[in-house]
């Protein structure tokens, strides 16, 4: 059986990944989450599975594996593979409603948000937050499924023209749109549930800010490496654990308004930042592949 396999669905984004893979001499199977599995199965393929699925991929099919994966993963520790990122985190990355709510139950600051399934009731969820606001898609990926209105007449246009944002579970949140301090988020890191690094991103457009290697060319998002506040870090990790993240993002924007640091979203898929030589001076896969060891040598 091999020690690991890499469940991944993106074609480029894990590149950087199987190379330090490499480097170490990890024995590993890359997976694609195609074809059939049977549920009397016992065996797996694998002592540990690193679930790299990314919300996102439904945008590039629309019969995406976010749902069957669920299922798949809970199965494959049901036979006793370790799962690094297991069903349970992959539950809540596919869910912004969730996110909001454990990180509000936490005691930290969210934006003012309301969750409908239906778009009758986005006009009176709206009347709630106030304007300007975004309606947004509760599974998106890389910006996806983000609208901004200004005010009634543009929101109730777009729900009798069936125009709104859709969520391939059918589930919208209605949220202030946060006006964000000097225009940048940051998006903080971290590996078995610990303070990793922190980038701060801006530029992109609107609502895409993803960090990695095959998002940043030609896209206009600019990074930086910072060091958070202390009360950042320790936030992030305690949503982390919260979560029982193994390895994932947390991203945070400054309320101009009022200098809050309103928490947002969580992100279980981290293909880290590009150029991580040039943005932070190492390699944070090769801390991944260390975590990697260590739980492969435990799962023997």
Not at 14 to 38: E, K, Q, S
């Amino acid at each position: 059986m091999p020690d690991l396999a890499v469940l991944f669905e993106h074609p480029e984004w894990f590149r950087p990944l199987f190379a330090a893979l490499d480097r170490r001499g990890i024995d590993y199977v890359p997976l694609r989450p195609d074809g059939d599995w049977d549920p009397a199965g016992r065996a797996p393929p694998s002592r540990v599975v690193l679930n790299r699925i990314a919300m996102s991929s439904f945008l590039r099919s629309d019969e995406h594996p976010i749902f069957h994966t669920m299922a798949l993963l809970d199965h494959w520790q049901g036979t006793g593979a370790r799962v690094v990122n297991g069903a349970d985190v992959l539950a809540i990355d596919a869910s912004k409603a969730r996110q909001l709510s454990l990180i509000a139950g936490l005691g930290l600051a969210i934006p003012a948000t309301r969750v409908v399934h239906r778009a009758a009731d986005v006009p009176r969820a709206a009347e709630q937050v106030g304007f300007p606001l975004v309606v947004k898609a509760n599974i998106g990926g890389s910006g996806a499924g983000i609208t901004r209105f200004d005010n009634m007449a543009e929101l109730r246009w777009a729900v009798e023209a069936r125009e709104l944002p859709t969520s391939v579970d059918g589930v919208l949140l209605v949220q202030d749109f946060v006006p964000v301090r000097d225009g940048a988020i940051t998006r903080i890191e971290t590996l078995d549930r610990r303070f990793l690094y922190a980038i701060e991103v801006a530029g992109g457009g609107a609502f895409d800010l993803c960090p990695a290697d095959a998002c940043v060319e030609g896209s206009g998002i600019s990074m930086r490496a910072v060091q958070p506040a202390p009360v950042m870090v320790e936030a992030a990790e305690a949503i982390a654990r919260a979560m029982n993240l193994d390895v994932g993002g947390v991203e945070v924007m400054i309320d101009d308004r009022d200098g809050v640091a309103r928490f947002y979203d969580i992100n279980a898929l981290s293909n880290f930042v590009a150029k991580p030589l040039d943005v932070l001076g190492w390699d944070p896969h090769d801390r991944l592949v260390d975590y990697l060891v260590t739980e492969i040598e435990k799962a023997r």
